[in-house]
């Protein structure tokens, strides 16, 4: 059988020096913390003009934007960490932990609004000077709205959990921000008090649903849940491999099992078992697996794929020779050895 021709992997390893990519997130993230103070602070002074409950209850979800926006500085730098003897699989995970956290802080402050709503609700709640508050809270939603998106594009596009949900965090403070502006409209044209803590606890909801979401998508992360989106890709990549009528190529292999991969933050961790024609070398096998691994992890972008090669015995195989068990080529070497 002819040597299989596949591409090969790079020599050498990225270098640990920060890349363009992370120091790109790491201002970003830096830039985030910075308008998150001053939104922080604007909210305040809007609730303190007004007394409005809804906005108190958009102040309180902005401290936990703060206290996130800190924490992706933090899981940005780490998670870029080249990895060393004590962590072999880097230090990806920081940001799942960091992205839970910053869940249950959320879920925390969305209990604060409902509570304070509720007050509001039974001693009675007095809204004054909107048009002040009106014009703060529409700068405000226009501000959180264009960093979000912005976040969460450029989270999605590096595949960091840390950045898309300060992103998320941004964008449900735009959205509650919205619906303090529409509150605040309805009692400015109603005259009715009573609309607004109403709006802090439709706020308060929703601002619970993001958070749960957001703790959901970290836990997974750190339980090693299957990403179905990779698996389905892996799995055509390897699929590519197996024997097709008409298609006969040198990287043919016999089949595949033990499919195994998991995230480490945005670091993709890949492993499988690969058999092959049992007349192969280790040097055809250990070529073929090598070209395989490094298209598994050109596809997913940052990653590392293993594959564990073992011999075929050649029954009801469509790349072997048919073979009883008696003519199986018991002088490979793998089979030698094991032997």
């Given at each position: 059988?002819?040597?299989p021709s596949?591409?090969?992997?790079?020599a050498?390893?990225?270098?640990a020096?920060?890349?363009?990519?992370?120091?790109?997130?790491?201002?970003?993230?830096?830039?985030?913390?910075?308008?998150?103070l001053?939104?922080?602070?604007?909210k305040?002074?809007a609730?303190?003009?007004?007394g409005?409950?809804?906005?108190f209850?958009?102040?309180?979800?902005?401290?936990v934007?703060v206290?996130?926006?800190?924490?992706?500085?933090y899981?940005?730098?780490?998670?870029?960490a080249?990895a060393?003897?004590?962590?072999?699989?880097?230090h990806g995970?920081?940001?799942?932990i960091?992205?839970?956290?910053?869940?249950?802080?959320?879920?925390?402050?969305?209990?604060?609004m409902?509570?304070?709503?509720?007050?509001?609700l039974?001693?009675?709640?007095?809204?004054?000077?909107?048009?002040?508050g009106?014009?703060?809270?529409?700068?405000?939603?226009?501000?959180?709205?264009?960093?979000?998106v912005?976040?969460i594009?450029?989270?999605?596009a590096?595949?960091?959990l840390?950045?898309?949900?300060?992103g998320?965090?941004?964008?449900?403070?735009?959205v509650?921000?919205?619906?303090?502006?529409?509150?605040?409209?309805?009692?400015?044209?109603?005259?009715?008090n009573?609309?607004?803590?109403?709006?802090?606890?439709?706020?308060?909801g929703?601002?619970?649903y993001v958070?749960?979401?957001?703790?959901?998508?970290?836990?997974?992360?750190?339980?090693?849940?299957?990403d179905?989106?990779d698996d389905?890709?892996?799995?055509?990549?390897?699929?590519?491999h197996?024997?097709?009528?008409?298609?006969?190529?040198?990287?043919?292999?016999?089949?595949y099992?033990?499919?195994?991969?998991?995230?480490?933050?945005r670091?993709?961790?890949?492993?499988?078992h690969?058999?092959?024609p049992?007349?192969?070398?280790?040097?055809?096998?250990?070529?073929?697996?090598?070209?395989i691994?490094?298209?598994i992890?050109?596809?997913?972008?940052?990653?590392?794929?293993?594959?564990?090669v073992?011999?075929?015995?050649?029954?009801?195989?469509?790349v072997?020779?048919?073979?009883?068990?008696?003519?199986?080529n018991?002088?490979?070497?793998?089979?030698?050895?094991?032997?």
């Amino acid at each position: 059988m002819s040597k299989p021709s596949v591409p090969s992997p790079p020599a050498e390893l990225p270098s640990a020096a920060p890349s363009a990519d992370s120091r790109a997130e790491l201002h970003l993230a830096s830039g985030t913390l910075a308008l998150g103070l001053l939104l922080l602070g604007l909210k305040f002074l809007a609730y303190f003009i007004t007394g409005s409950a809804a906005i108190f209850s958009e102040a309180l979800e902005s401290i936990v934007n703060v206290f996130a926006a800190s924490l992706t500085v933090y899981a940005i730098i780490l998670a870029h960490a080249p990895a060393d003897r004590r962590h072999p699989y880097g230090h990806g995970k920081a940001e799942f932990i960091t992205a839970a956290f910053e869940g249950g802080m959320l879920l925390a402050a969305g209990f604060v609004m409902v509570f304070r709503s509720i007050e509001l609700l039974i001693y009675g709640a007095k809204v004054q000077k909107l048009d002040a508050g009106l014009a703060l809270v529409l700068f405000m939603a226009l501000a959180s709205g264009f960093l979000g998106v912005a976040l969460i594009r450029r989270g999605k596009a590096s595949s960091s959990l840390s950045l898309e949900a300060v992103g998320q965090q941004f964008m449900s403070d735009a959205v509650t921000t919205v619906m303090v502006l529409v509150t605040l409209i309805a009692v400015k044209l109603t005259r009715q008090n009573w609309l607004d803590p109403v709006g802090g606890l439709l706020m308060a909801g929703y601002v619970s649903y993001v958070a749960a979401s957001l703790m959901r998508r970290s836990f997974a992360g750190l339980m090693d849940e299957q990403d179905i989106a990779d698996d389905n890709m892996i799995r055509r990549l390897l699929d590519a491999h197996l024997h097709q009528p008409g298609h006969e190529q040198s990287t043919t292999i016999c089949s595949y099992h033990k499919l195994r991969h998991r995230h480490s933050g945005r670091y993709h961790w890949v492993d499988f078992h690969m058999v092959v024609p049992g007349d192969w070398s280790i040097d055809q096998g250990h070529r073929v697996a090598s070209g395989i691994e490094y298209e598994i992890e050109q596809a997913l972008g940052e990653g590392n794929a293993t594959a564990h090669v073992e011999p075929c015995n050649g029954i009801d195989c469509l790349v072997c020779p048919a073979k009883p068990p008696e003519q199986i080529n018991t002088k490979h070497p793998r089979i030698e050895a094991a032997g």
